[in-house]
């Protein structure tokens, strides 16, 4: 499966966008996104399971940030609102073989997409 991401740019904060990540076939993967800051380590975002019936997130997003997919299109969505400058990073989109109730690594993804960077200024 190859993924492609997409929708990022720069952004002021308090500002929306949505990115998103399509697939080269129809999947029943796990998908999630995930992000890495310059000097950072990647983290994970948010996952959505393949019927799209289950998500998760990581703390510093929730409430903020919603990931939906339509499958009919092989494409998942991150929306994201209320951006911070903290947000900045390279966002990627990756797939996952099963659900996972912890927060993913990125040892759990399976494939991934190139990234698309996200800049929040002040």
């Known amino acids: 499966v190859q993924l492609q991401a997409s929708g990022g740019g720069p952004v002021q904060a308090g500002d929306s966008l949505r990115l998103s990540c399509a697939a080269s076939?129809?999947?029943?993967?796990?998908m999630g996104w995930f992000r890495q800051a310059p000097g950072k380590e990647r983290e994970f975002v948010a996952a959505i399971t393949s019927s799209g019936g289950s998500t998760s997130y990581a703390d510093s997003v929730k409430g903020r940030f919603t990931i939906s997919r339509d499958n009919a299109k092989n494409t998942v969505y991150l929306r994201m609102n209320s951006l911070k400058p903290d947000d900045t990073a390279v966002y990627y989109c990756a797939a996952a073989p099963y659900w996972r109730e912890a927060r993913y690594r990125v040892e759990d993804m399976f494939y991934w997409g190139q990234g698309t960077l996200v800049t929040v200024s002040s």
């Open positions: 076939a129809r999947t029943n993967y796990v």
